[in-house]
């Protein structure tokens, strides 16, 4: 599972992998596995291989993953599916999260308020020190924490009042830049790359009505769809942690018409698997040598 192919200093999230890095380990799968689509991870092998099987994944939908990632796939032959939610499909503004982190960690202490910034979240109030760079990343953890659980009409408040009290707006950056239906569209186009839903606005499923969740569901599938003039069938939960999916929200997922389903929960895959409920490993910015060390922890059946 992987999330940006970029080059960035600070990544509080982790989720980003150089382009150097992301080709060393192409090359070290490549070298090491059976590389498959995704859909094709639980089909029985039928050639003579005894390698491990992979299916490479993509969540979100950045800009990066088409313009930077894609081609080192396709010049490595190898594909990949990319869970795509809405926000990136429209192609504006940032994610909640990284307007969260220019909110908090472009700030210098000279700039950053004197006060602390208090919000409360689902009846419970939180008062954090932004003072410091220390205070801001302890900040940043504990709003990201609290807000990821949360419906989405309840998070962009959060944000604003956080803006509010910063005195800036979050700004929109190339790093944090989105695919666009551009982006997607052409991404769509290379050979092995196929497009799947991460809902419409990266919404925790579990959280929402029945009905919001089915909008979230049905719309994200009809939009992409719409977008690349071929079916979607490929879901991916949102946040993807043992809180990011239920009983109903599978059942819901099931009902949509996808034909599997993804977590960003460690697990390896075999035949018994539910398509449901297909786990997987988030790979971060590792060399060559690292990521192999983690392959062989995995295969081991236990997180590095």
Sequence with gaps: ???????????????????????????????RCEVVPLREIQLKSESRSKRPRVAITFDDGYADNGEVGAPILEAAGLPASFFITGIALNGQGEFWWDSLEHLLLDLSDQSAPQDPFEVVIDGQRLRVDLRTLEAR????????????????EEIAPVIEALA?????????????????????????????MTIGSH?????????????????????????????????????????????????????????AGYVLACRAVFGRVTQRTDPYKIPRA???????????????SWFKGRVP
């Design 199 to 255: 809902t419409i606005r990266h919404a925790l499923l579990p959280v929402l009505s029945p009905e919001a969740r089915h909008h979230e569901l049905e719309g994200s599938r009809r939009l992409l769809a719409d977008a690349i003039g071929k079916p979607v069938v490929e879901f991916a939960f949102p946040y993807g942690g043992e809180d990011a999916f239920d009983h109903e929200s599978e059942v819901a997922v099931r009902e």
């Design 137 to 152: 990343l302890r900040a940043h953890k504990a709003l990201n924490r609290r807000l990821r659980i949360r419906r989405p």
């Design 164 to 192: 509010a009290h910063v005195s800036r707006e979050a700004p929109t950056c190339e790093r944090h830049r989105l695919a666009g239906p551009d982006g997607v569209l052409a991404l769509s186009r290379i050979p092995g």
């Design 1 to 31: 599972m992987y999330h940006q192919i970029a080059e960035v200093g600070d990544d509080p999230s982790g989720l980003a992998v150089s382009p150097k890095n992301f080709a060393s380990q192409l090359s070290v799968l490549k070298e």
């Design 282 to 296: 988030q790979v971060f910015d590792r060399d060559e040598q690292e990521f192999s060390a983690d392959l062989d």
